[in-house]
């Protein structure tokens, strides 16, 4: 068997095996190949953030979909990795546009396959999406920021005793 026949086995069975890791964390699995500057979008692309697999076709990039105030910053650690180091992961979190306007934060780590020289040429990936989480936070903060504004400017000492 010739090595091409090889590697369209191989990138068959990756994807039905990432389809259904896919299905089952209900996350975006994606592939990229770095070599052909080119990027494979599960069906999470669509069940999470609105984008028909086909959206992607119109020229459209990863990087396109990354909120601008993150952008820089996401981009410039991404290239970092797969340039100038030797590392096999990444992983980020940032703000992604979806399709209808709105922004979900995301949680986005990526396996860096390299050849014998070290050079990155795949990158498999899954997106999560955090957004419940990051809003639970928020509103922690918040109420946080509001507790200690009221124990700040209350006229009176409070004495607070654990019970344990």
């Not at 090889?6 to 259904?20: K, M, P, S």
């Amino acid at each position: 068997m010739d090595k091409r026949a090889t590697n369209t086995g191989l990138n068959r069975v990756l994807r039905e095996f990432l389809a259904i890791q896919e299905h089952r964390r209900h996350a975006l699995i994606w592939d990229a190949d770095l070599i052909n500057d080119s990027i494979h979008w599960g069906e999470g692309f669509h069940t999470l953030f609105g984008y028909e697999i086909s959206d992607d076709a119109e020229g459209k990039t990863w990087m396109d979909h990354i909120h601008p105030d993150d952008l820089e910053r996401v981009v410039r650690e991404h290239y970092r990795v797969i340039n100038e180091t030797n590392d096999t992961f990444w992983q980020d979190e940032y703000r992604f546009l979806r399709k209808d306007g709105s922004i979900a934060y995301v949680t986005d780590k990526g396996l860096i396959m390299r050849d014998e020289n070290g050079k990155a040429f795949r990158i498999i990936g899954a997106m999560q999406d955090i957004t419940e989480r990051k809003k639970a936070e928020e509103r922690l903060a918040e109420e946080r920021h509001l507790l200690r504004t009221l124990v700040d400017h209350l006229p009176d000492a409070v004495y607070v005793k654990d019970r344990q």
